[in-house]
């Protein structure tokens, strides 16, 4: 199980997230009445996917002793409200010294990654107030 924890005071909208060992800042754009202290919540979860993506990759290489200078994933969501529907866009870029083969695996691999799974799975949300 993973806990992650969300408080927002009186400074609109700066939410600070934080697990039992590191904290980050969430806010909202100028625009949006926030103060762009941080990451808006899209970008958090756009950012999942691009990091998890990301290390997926590199530990893959890492095992298979290839040779992977840098690993870059490019993550855009789009969505549409009308319809109700979500499109992620994920560009991977792999710097070092691998052949077709190993490219087109490392493809395969990026599809893998956790996050993708969950957000390409069925997804439940429970609400509850605490008491």
Not at 36 to 55: H, M, R, V, Y
Not at 68 to 75: A, F, Q
């Amino acid at each position: 199980m993973i806990e992650v924890k969300a408080s927002t005071g009186q400074e609109h909208y700066k939410t600070i997230i934080s697990t039992s060992k590191n904290s980050l800042i969430a806010d909202e754009p100028l625009a949006e009445g926030g103060q762009d202290l941080g990451f808006t919540p899209k970008e958090l979860l756009a950012g999942s996917l691009a990091s998890c993506t990301s290390i997926t990759l590199r530990m893959y290489a890492d095992r298979k002793e290839w040779k992977v200078e840098n690993i870059s994933v490019s993550v855009t969501l789009e969505i549409d409200r009308e319809t109700n529907t979500s499109s992620f866009k994920r560009t991977v870029a792999i710097t070092g010294d691998l052949d077709e083969q190993q490219r087109n695996r490392m493809l395969t691999i990026a599809n893998a990654c956790p996050v993708h799974k969950i957000l390409s799975g069925s997804i439940t949300i429970h609400t509850e107030l605490a008491s």
